[in-house]
């Protein structure tokens, strides 16, 4: 049975494959456009466009589940570690 996850991981592949990303991309690769991504959503947000905002954040999340995959983490695992990590803080 595939989870909501397993579909997100399956629209992205079946796009990476389209434009034979799949073949091309590198980890360095990925970051580096994981960066830009991220300032692009940055300025979304700083313009309160709603829709530019969700656009550029479907853009980061696609391109973490791609790191995470050419990684071979599970999100949910890497998540929940990184959850106990900052419970276990003093704020």
Known sequence: MMTK???IYA???DM???FAWDQ????AFIV???AEE???????FE????QEVTDELADVLSYAFTL??????EIYDIIKRKMEIVKARDY
Not at 24 to 27: A, F, L, Q, V
């Open 5 to 7: 996850i397993d579909d």
């Open 11 to 13: 629209l992205i592949e």
């Open 16 to 18: 990476r494959q389209h």
């Open 24 to 27: 091309s991309d590198t980890k």
């Open 32 to 34: 580096q456009a994981l």
């Open 38 to 44: 991220a300032q692009e959503l940055f300025h979304a």
């Open 47 to 50: 313009t309160g466009v709603d």
């Open 68 to 73: 995470a995959k050419m990684y071979e983490v």
